[in-house]
């Protein structure tokens, strides 16, 4: 076990240049790579032009960098895109805490994805299933000859499913299982799914109409787990216990109330989102996995769990993650390149483990603070800033500002507009 790429202390103390240097001597990047990350990526407006429609312009996020993260006994810094203030801070303090217990175990599925094709006006309905049941060799044959690189990189398609909906809209879907290996496996999930289609509605006697992946990749998941001596939770005048008995009972308030629960899971995906936008994943395809996942009981609750056991706390995530480590924009955008050169992992697996870790961080860092100071102070805090930037700070003056503003609990635009006239006038 090496501390040496994601145990950096003081990391965010130092200034922007000696951040740099840190980077490039514990992550061997190369001038040109620390350059991607200073000057935002080059995505310059001829190469976005050619991701998407319509192109007018770039817009820029902050890069941060999620520290001291021990996962299955490997160390991981985390790039995390993301623009809201104390989300890298929070999961990196609640890393080092759950690092003090042993760190997070992480286990992942095999990368399953299901490609849907709907079936309408199928004339025998259970004649047609068990037509379909009986060809699942040949389905499988077809989708895989419609995709051979899938195959040839390990994965393929793998099984089938079929579904019957009676009143109010009466059809079948197939679902086609299929191993993306170590892609996130949307557009090969689609290309077999409208390869398969004429087999599936000559079979069937019915009519095809969609054929589209499902973003609830529930034969997808990742899970998470950790386990906190609870003296290492003591703080702001309460002990461990205490500390953990409120957190306990906030995730409580999660469970059994959806509408704590969407503020809650929101927090979670705070921190996968941040990830999934730093690697080239498709964020909105996990947020709706994840919030179909926590709905999938037909009640929406908490994507976590939290409980106390001799004298530890105890937490666990399970959440779908279809990310990839191949294809996607990884080869367009060259910040994302050097930002999972930094991550180094080797799988879409591995991936969705460290980001199952990171979201169940982000989730300990928002309960602990409900449970304790409120989840205001730290974030006003780090919020200040911001503020203090769009007042027109500049240097020195926005950490003053900011400070300023924080002691007076007024953190707004135009309490810092005044500061910063009165420092000009000085």
């Known amino acids: ?58 817009f820029g996020l902050p890069i941060g960098l999620g520290l001291n993260f021990l996962i299955n006994e490997r160390d991981y810094a985390v790039p995390m895109v993301i623009e809201e203030p104390s989300v890298v801070a929070a999961v990196s303090n609640m890393a080092r805490t759950v690092r003090k217990g042993g760190g997070f175990r992480a286990e992942a599925d095999p990368s399953m994805m299901i490609g849907q094709v709907q079936i309408l006006d199928a004339p025998d309905p259970e004649k047609a299933r068990r037509a379909l049941e009986e060809a699942k060799t040949e389905i499988l044959d077809r989708a895989n000859r419609v995709h051979p690189n899938m195959v040839r990189r390990g994965g393929g398609a793998r099984d089938i499913e079929v579904r019957s909906f009676g009143a109010p809209y009466p059809m079948l879907v197939v679902h086609l299982l299929i191993d993306c290996a170590d892609a996130m496996g949307a557009n090969a999930v689609n290309t ?29 998941c990742a899970r998470a787990s950790c386990a906190i001596p609870e003296m290492l939770l003591a703080g702001n005048e309460l002990t461990g216990p205490e500390v953990a008995e409120g957190i306990v009972q906030a995730y409580r308030f999660a469970a059994v109330d959806p509408y704590r629960a969407a503020t809650h899971n929101k927090g979670v995906m705070n921190g996968i989102d941040a990830v999934a936008i730093a690697t080239g994943n498709d964020w909105r395809g996990v947020e709706a996995g994840a919030h179909a996942f926590a709905a999938r009981t037909g009640t929406y609750t908490s994507l976590t769990e939290w409980k106390r056991e001799q004298g530890r706390l105890v937490g666990s995530i399970e959440l779908p993650m279809a990310v990839g480590v191949v294809g996607g924009s990884t080869g367009v955008h060259p910040a994302i390149r050097v930002m999972r050169k930094i991550l180094n992992a080797h799988s879409a697996a591995e991936l969705g483990m460290v980001m199952a870790a990171v979201g169940l961080a982000q989730n300990l860092g928002a309960l602990r603070a409900l449970a304790t100071e409120g989840i205001q102070r730290g974030h006003m805090s780090l919020h200040a800033r911001s503020v203090a930037l769009a007042a027109g700070a500049q240097g020195a003056d926005i950490d003053r500002i900011a400070a300023e503003m924080v002691a007076m609990g007024r953190v707004k635009l135009d309490v810092a507009r005044d500061l910063l006239s009165r420092r000009k006038a000085v």
């Not at 079979?203 to 054929?211: E, T």
């Open 1 to 58: 076990m090496s501390e040496g790429r994601s145990r950096i202390p003081g990391f965010y103390r130092l200034d922007v240049d000696s951040r740099h240097s840190e980077l490039q001597s514990r992550f061997d990047l190369t001038p040109e790579e620390v350059g991607v990350l200073a000057d935002g990526g080059q995505l310059g407006i001829h190469r976005a032009d050619k991701m998407v429609e319509n192109c007018v312009g770039v």
């Open 192 to 220: 077999m799914a409208e390869g398969v289609a004429p087999l599936i509605e000559e079979l069937s006697g019915g009519s095809v109409n969609l054929r589209i992946l499902s973003n609830l990749a529930d034969r997808r």
